[in-house]
């Protein structure tokens, strides 16, 4: 079953082909991020109007790249949700028109239930049930799988998502956007121990918190920059990215032993950081949980997660119609 998968949520249009949901045979990712940059975030109407010059290159690219013939494809899977509405409505528009001219079902996936699946792409024997830690520029989900499209919300961010903390933090060291990837660059030169900004363990469930770390960076900077002293960029990065994979990763490996799972995954964005899998993966050997991620190019947008998300909820027997709309707060629950 070969299918067609599309992704515009944010500010990535991307496409990608898939044999039988796990094998990829394509996955052209078109970014944005230069292009909003210079806003120090994704402007909504500039993604949108990308989204459209864009759509049309990426899907033919992951078509002839997949060495497919447009009348090969059996499915249409694509991005109704979470995201920016204006954006999402470019990509759905583009495989309903597609679905409907190959004449082909069309599925609907949930942008969150994508990022997890980028680790059945990843690891081809991994099998529901596990725990996964959904660490993404939006969402900070600790989510039970209790089989293909089956998800328990174990616990959430109260305020800010662990990625929106990472750019935020990024963007008041004057960094640049986005923010995540530079501050993991940079904290591989600092100390950890340099700076002790507090660890929000809450309470002792699952859910999680970073306005506070990011309130206490925001301090401590304006301290610095108050008495004219030099801010250590390096281990203020180190420090920060420390205290906030600390509580991720003791979180996430906490949930999957408690729970009774083997197994803990990470998906979305945040979840290429090199301090966070190191840090997991150092926590997971102790409680004897194994512990799995994608490659750095599956945690972050891409179409080839939305692919293989689709092909599970095809298998379940879930199809829509032409009257499918872009959702953007849809729950990974729905
Ligand atoms: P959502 O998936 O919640 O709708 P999104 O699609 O914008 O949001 P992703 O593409 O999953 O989010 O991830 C982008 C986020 O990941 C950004 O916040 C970025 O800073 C962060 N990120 C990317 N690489 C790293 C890294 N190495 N370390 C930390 N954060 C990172
Ligand atoms: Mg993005
Ligand atoms: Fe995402």
Redesign the pocket.
Known sequence: LITLAIES????TAASVLKNGREVLSNIISTQIDIHKKFGG?VPEVASRKHVENIDIVVQQAIDEAGIEMNDIDMIAVTYG??LVGALLVGLSYAKAMAYALDVPLVGVN??EG?LSANYIAHKELEPPFVTLI?????THLVEVKDYGEYEILGRTRDD????A??KV?RAMELGY????I??RLAKEGDPKAIEFPRAYIDDGYDFSFSGIKSAVLNYLNAKRMKKEEIPVADVAASF?DAVTDVLASKAVKAASEKGYKTVTLS???A?????REKIQKFGEEKGVDVKFPP?VL???NAAMIGCAGYYRYLKGRVDGMDLNAVPNLQITE
């Open positions: 949520s944010c500010d990535e994704v979470p995201g942008h969150i990022h660490v993404s520029g939006g969402h998502a662990s990625g929106e990472f750019d990024a986005p923010g995540g990837p501050i993991d990215q979305g964005g945040v290429s950081n090199s301090g966070l750095p945690c972050t947008d």
